[in-house]
């Protein structure tokens, strides 16, 4: 039997049930980055709580947590959020965002020490916590796979190594996703442990069939997200995938790591989006029971148990 790591500790992944693959519930970005877009910061307790809270009422059950530390994670502060909804499982990252995100850090820290911290983080606890993460994190800009990125990977594929723990990487604008497969592959990680975030940010079935032949996951979070195009193209895109046989290969989030897409916080669509919204659309446009099943429970149990590939 296989387990993930979550806030509370191990558990097994036949209990994790309805899962969304890629959240924020708190964020404390760079205050460079907040002065640019204050949109990132996640900052009220009790708001993301209560967000949170409602998409347990939706029927949500596991939450991947995927604030890496370069984009401000602060474990106390997912800790408060999450123990406020003590029911639902998170699980946090270890790892790296993106280039971007690491300024001056990226070539200030030596390659070494980041993996270092990385393997700390999933074998030993956060930030002086006992919190260990379950999955490692690393991303690359829009359209360019170079040095910094490569260096982001380079540590993740060294910390799986270590540790086995899944790998989510972030795509800027769903580019570079078999670049990123690619190059962890070489260094050993296997397809069916890697997951790419953000590929409905553009909707290529063929490059996305391309990318899940290699094994991998490929994560959809765009719903309810006007401005990067409307649901339909998302109900097309799941069903082709599924009907191109790859159906295995996708996982479901939303990636709501604004204020202004929470309700509480005053913004839409709301965490709950997904489970209230977008499923039972789904249904209307003839998806089965099963196939529902398949995308929020079965995948993601798959991918984060590391055993059997998908098919
Ligand atoms: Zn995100």
């Known amino acids: 039997m296989a387990s993930i790591e979550t806030l509370h500790g191990p558990v097994d992944t036949s209990q994790l ?3 969304d693959y890629h959240e924020h519930l708190y964020v404390e970005p760079p205050s460079w980055l907040h002065r640019i877009d204050p949109d990132f910061a996640l900052g009220n307790v009790e708001k993301s709580a209560e967000e949170l809270r409602s998409w347990a009422r939706a029927g949500g059950q596991t939450l991947l947590e995927l604030t890496a530390v370069d984009f401000g994670r602060n474990i106390h502060k997912i800790r408060a959020v999450a123990e406020k909804v003590p029911e639902l499982h998170v699980v946090v990252t270890a790892g790296y965002n993106r280039p971007y995100y690491m300024g001056r850090w990226l070539y200030a820290v030596s390659e070494d020490d980041m993996v270092r ?3 700390r983080d999933l074998t030993i606890g956060i930030d002086g916590t006992r919190i260990k993460a379950g999955i490692i994190k690393a991303g690359s800009e829009y ?3 170079g040095e910094g990125a490569r260096k982001l990977f380079r540590v993740a594929a060294r910390a799986y190594a270590e540790t086995g723990a899944p790998i989510i990487t ?3 604008g769903g580019t570079m996703g078999f670049e990123q497969v690619g190059f962890l592959l070489e260094r050993n990680v ?8 953000h590929m409905d940010r553009t909707i290529d079935p063929g490059e996305h069939q391309r990318i899940a032949a290699l094994g991998a996951y490929l994560g959809y979070d765009c719903f309810g997200k006007a401005k990067y195009g409307p649901d339909s ?3 097309a895109l799941l069903r082709g995938m599924i009907e191109a046989g790859y159906g295995q290969h996708l996982l479901i989030g939303n990636d709501l790591g604004r204020p202004s897409y929470w309700r509480s916080y005053g913004g839409g669509p709301g965490l709950d989006y997904v489970l209230t919204r977008f ?4 249904k209307e446009e003839g998806f089965t ?6 995308l929020l429970i079965e995948n993601p149990r798959r991918f984060l148990s590391r055993d059997t590939p998908p098919r």
């Open 17 to 19: 049930g309805v899962t």
């Open 117 to 119: 911290d990385t393997v």
């Open 143 to 145: 359209n360019n796979f």
């Open 170 to 172: 972030h795509t800027s």
């Open 190 to 197: 296997p397809a069916h442990h890697i997951a790419l975030s």
């Open 233 to 235: 193209a998302l109900v």
């Open 279 to 282: 499923v039972p659309r789904l």
């Open 289 to 294: 029971q099963t196939e529902i099943d398949l």
